[in-house]
């Protein structure tokens, strides 16, 4: 029997390398940081690598959205040999190395065989994101994302949170991978010109159950009806109380365990309180933060939230992004 040791040893001195040693010496002192994701995004990588003259495997086809599924034996039909993988994937997950065909079946390099509804289904999961990198990933997109369109730098660490985590009003992003069926909370802001925005979205991972788009409805129902209610000289108060009447219709209101928004400016968090009792009238020209959410433990949770200006007559709406479920 080799010894390891010694084999490791005698590797080495013949000038070849571990691994670890690899990434430790030679890959990480190269890498920034901030360019991650441009390799955690195969696709990416494959674009970028292209353009720099880089021999890589032809890419034949690229599925982003369920719907496109339908394409995918159209896609397959003229190859013989080629990987399905995901473009986002870790540690290999979700890859199927197709090696040849038996009729109308793909013959997979461990021998199995799949039909073109098994291959659907494998490809619809990993739109799905079970073999995605989870939240981390996803904070790192959107991070490096607010840098690509010109803002300076995140106004507060980005919140991903999935699953029971969205039940969490102030989760951070961890490398917990997407489940379907599912909510995501995305919440996140950044700094333009030194000012900070803010804004949550939540989507759902699938077709969402009649649970899940109960809660979604209230909660947009919520930070709708709150919007109506802003208007300079209105208590922050009288403003929350809105949000709150529309979940207590729904039965959530318990459920909503925090104040309703707060100011923004330079900070991400400034006066006025946009709170249960606030009783001072807001201010003409103050930034807000409208944000309700219902969190039920175990389960998820639904946050939304926009930035809108107090206004004389109303508020002006400063956050563009549709408030409509996305079902992905
Ligand atoms: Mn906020």
């Given amino acids: 029997m080799m010894n390891w040791a010694d084999t490791a040893a005698r590797l080495r001195r013949n000038g070849v390398l571990g691994i670890n040693w690899r990434n430790a010496e030679y890959t990480l002192p190269y890498n920034r940081r901030d360019r991650y994701p441009l390799v955690d995004d195969?696709?990416?990588?494959?674009?970028?690598?292209?353009?720099?003259?880089?021999?890589?495997p032809e890419l034949y086809g690229v599925i982003e959205i369920q719907r496109q599924v339908r394409d995918l034996s159209a896609i397959l039909e003229k190859h013989r040999d080629f990987v399905v993988k995901p473009a986002r994937g870790s540690q290999g997950d979700g890859i199927i190395v197709v090696t040849g065909r038996s009729r109308a079946l793909y013959r997979s390099a461990d021998g199995s065989l799949l039909d073109d509804e098994e291959m659907s289904f494998h490809v619809s999961n990993i739109i799905s994101g079970i073999y995605s990198l989870g939240g981390q990933t996803d904070k790192a997109l959107i991070e490096y994302r607010m840098r690509r369109y010109g803002g300076e730098r995140p106004s507060f660490e980005t919140i991903v949170a999935t699953g029971p985590r969205a039940a969490l009003p102030h989760a951070r992003a961890t490398s917990r991978r997407l489940r379907p069926k599912e909510f995501i909370l995305m919440d996140l802001g950044v700094i333009l010109s030194g000012y900070a925005s803010d804004m949550t979205r939540t989507v759902f991972l699938g077709k969402a159950p009649a649970k899940a788009a109960r809660v979604y409805r209230a909660v947009k129902e919520a930070v709708e009806e709150a919007e109506q209610q802003v208007a300079s000289g209105r208590t922050a108060g009288s403003v929350d109380q809105a949000a709150r009447r529309v979940l207590r219709r729904y039965g959530y209101e318990r459920y909503f365990t925090h104040s309703l928004g707060h100011g923004l400016g330079r900070e991400v968090h400034e006066l006025p309180r946009v709170g249960r009792g606030q009783a001072t009238p807001l201010p003409e020209g103050a930034t807000i933060t409208i944000e309700?959410?219902?969190?039920?433990?175990?389960y998820g949770g639904v946050r939304i939230e926009d930035v809108v200006v107090v206004r004389k007559g109303g508020a002006e709406l400063l956050t563009p992004t549709s408030k409509e479920l996305m079902e992905l």
């Fill in 42 to 56: 195969k696709v990416l990588t494959k674009e970028l690598a292209m353009g720099a003259g880089v021999a890589v």
């Fill in 292 to 298: 309700p959410g219902v969190y039920l433990e175990g």
